[in-house]
């Protein structure tokens, strides 16, 4: 912690193919929160889209969000600043694009998401998850070969 107790941290923030034409906006809504765009990557899931996803696989959604994520391209984003992750969440606002226009009007999901499905953008809910989130994303190769080999394995 800091001098003023905030913590430096990195998060994993991904526009879902919902939100890829409004990452203008998303940009500006991210600088404004003071966080700062560390890496980005524009990839198209297939296979990968169940994978980053497992923890809500016996959920009845799972289908839909797996069939959602991998319907277009994603922007996945390495966002780095003090409460990072708590930051970006509370951006977000609520899962359910019709209860943040209810109770964050001025949230990334009031303003641009569909329904509690097209909900624009993820972010990590944890440390630990915006760790495993951006090892998915942007793996670290210690060296060994090119970066990149497991977000581009065949399914
Ligand atoms: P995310 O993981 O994408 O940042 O969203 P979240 O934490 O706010 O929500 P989570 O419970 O982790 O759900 C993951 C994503 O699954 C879709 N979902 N659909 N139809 C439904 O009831 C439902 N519930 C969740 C959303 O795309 C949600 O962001
Ligand atoms: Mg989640």
Not at 34 to 51: F, G, R, S, Y
Not at 120 to 133: L, M, N, P, Q, T
Not at 146 to 152: D, L, M, R, V
Request: charged share 20%.
């Amino acid at each position: 912690a800091n001098k003023l107790g905030s913590k430096k941290e990195r998060t994993l923030a991904m526009i879902k193919p919902d939100g890829v034409t409004k990452i203008g906006d998303i940009f500006e809504l991210i600088n404004t929160a003071n966080l700062i765009v560390t890496k980005a990557k524009m990839i198209k899931l297939t296979c990968q889209a169940a994978d980053f996803y497992m923890e809500h696989q016996s959920k009845p959604f799972f289908n839909n969000l797996v069939q959602f994520m991998s319907s277009g391209p994603v922007v996945a984003m390495e966002l780095m600043g003090d409460e990072a992750i708590s930051i970006w969440r509370r951006l977000l606002g609520p899962t359910d694009s019709a209860v943040a226009r209810r109770e964050a009007q001025e949230s990334v999901r009031a303003q641009f998401g569909t329904d509690g499905i097209k909900n624009v953008a993820h972010g990590s809910d944890s440390v630990a998850a915006a760790a495993r989130e951006l090892e998915f994303f942007f793996p670290s190769t210690m060296g060994h070969g090119p970066s990149n080999t497991a977000i581009f394995t065949d399914c």
